[in-house]
């Protein structure tokens, strides 16, 4: 006697087959998949070692908007896709600024590295899950970024003056005897470390 399959049943097989079918094809597609903002960094990298600047520019302004975009993102992509990173952000904003300077763009390679500051800070992370090896591997990655905007400020006094860290207007020197914005805080009574710019 053989034995009848019910409609219902055999319903059911053909729904588990499809919502396989549909669940592989996606875990192909996300295996697949790589994050745009880590490939047009390592471009940019690639371009600027290579000499090329504006290409380097150019990849590493569509790193940064990848960035931007991905932070925008509906709850079911920040569901699928891991979150964009905001230390690789601060990076390719840090590559941004140093490009610009080798093309002789001071002014939105100041602006880049502040952009690079405001995404990484230095003391963002003291809340965080970090080992400790991390966590000076950001601070230090921020303090490279203040100490080459310093050096751009302290070779280039026009743009130090432009945003308000120059020491004035030229043959000013200090008034009231009281320091200057960009003079060495190793020469001025108070704390603050020497080293440290």
Do not use: C, H
């Amino acid at each position: 006697m053989e034995k009848k399959i019910s409609i219902a049943r055999r319903m059911a097989v053909i729904a588990t087959v499809i919502v396989g079918a549909l669940i592989f094809t996606g875990g192909l597609y996300l295996n697949a998949w790589r994050d745009a903002q880590y490939a047009l960094y390592n471009q940019g990298l690639s371009a600027y070692r290579s000499g090329d600047v504006q290409v380097a520019i150019k990849y590493f302004d569509q790193s940064l908007a990848v960035y931007k975009t991905r932070r925008q993102s509906t709850w079911m992509e920040r569901f699928i896709y891991p979150k964009p990173d905001k230390e690789l952000a601060a990076q390719a904003s840090f590559q941004k600024a140093k490009s610009l300077l080798r093309a002789n763009q001071a002014a939105p390679a100041v602006q880049a590295f502040k952009e690079s500051l405001e995404l990484n800070s230095g003391n963002l992370y003291l809340g965080r899950d970090l080992t400790e090896k991390e966590y000076q591997a950001f601070r230090e990655a921020a303090l490279i970024v203040k100490y080459d905007l310093e050096l751009l400020f302290k070779n280039n006094p026009e743009q130090a003056q432009k945003q308000g860290k120059g020491k004035g207007k030229p043959g000013d020197g200090k008034k009231d005897g009281k320091p200057v914005p960009g003079e060495d805080p190793g020469a001025m009574p108070g704390k603050g470390n020497r080293d440290t710019i």
